[in-house]
């Protein structure tokens, strides 16, 4: 996993589904979902964990 490939990941997470869906699934708050969502944060300066669970929720997605 590298993070090309994780940053991809969650664009398509984020083009799929909206923040109210993602923010329920990953226990991530809506407002930081919806901020980088919107661009207002970056990916690449998210925590850790946030990364984490964005790019988890879409593997679960992909693997249903």
Not at 14 to 39: C, E, H, M, W
Request: charged share 25%; hydrophobic share 35%; aromatic share 8%.
């Amino acid at each position: 996993m590298d993070l090309e490939n994780v940053n991809k990941a969650i664009e398509k997470l984020f083009k799929t589904q909206n923040g109210s869906q993602i923010s329920k699934a990953t226990g991530l708050p809506y407002q930081t979902v919806q901020d980088l969502r919107n661009g207002k944060a970056s990916i690449n300066d998210a925590r850790f964990r946030t990364v984490v669970a964005l790019y988890n929720y879409q593997k679960s997605l992909e693997n249903k």
